[in-house]
């Protein structure tokens, strides 16, 4: 079982900054596949941004260049810079983490994970 934390959220006004972190309670970390998923108000989830065990890294085109994800193994925590922010990206932000060995878009596929955290609001105005 791994659990999951998020923090980092909070308001900001268009055009600023917030980086999220989710620190998992498992050493087995640097075995997972970690995503950023989020869901707006009144929306259905989608995927922001993933990163596999070799670092590759996948990104929705709503945030590529904007955003980025990257992971601490040694910490058992993901991160998710997010820069030039948007009223567009409003929502519920949420980490999860996957045993499944996932590339490409299904990084970003949220039925393809097993764990999830509680979530981090974040709001731009």
């Known amino acids: 079982q791994v659990q999951l934390v998020e923090s980092g959220g909070g308001s900001v006004q268009a055009g600023g900054s917030l980086r999220l972190s989710c620190e998992a309670s498992?050493?087995?970390?640097?075995?997972?596949?970690l995503g950023w998923f989020r869901q707006p108000p009144g929306k259905a989830p989608e995927g922001v941004a993933g990163?596999?065990?070799?670092?590759?890294?996948t990104y929705a085109p709503s945030v590529k260049g904007r955003f980025t994800v990257s992971r601490d193994n040694a910490k058992n925590t993901l991160y998710l810079q997010m820069n030039s922010l948007e009223p567009e990206d409003t929502a519920m932000y949420y980490c999860?983490?996957?045993?499944?060995?996932?590339?490409?878009?299904?990084?970003?596929?949220?039925?393809?994970?097993?764990?999830w955290g509680q979530g981090t609001q974040v709001t731009v105005s």
């Open positions: 999860a983490a996957s045993r499944n060995a996932l590339g490409s878009w299904l990084l970003i596929s949220p039925s393809q994970y097993n764990y």
């Open positions: 498992r050493s087995m970390y640097s075995t997972y596949c």
């Open positions: 990163i596999a065990t070799d670092g590759d890294t």
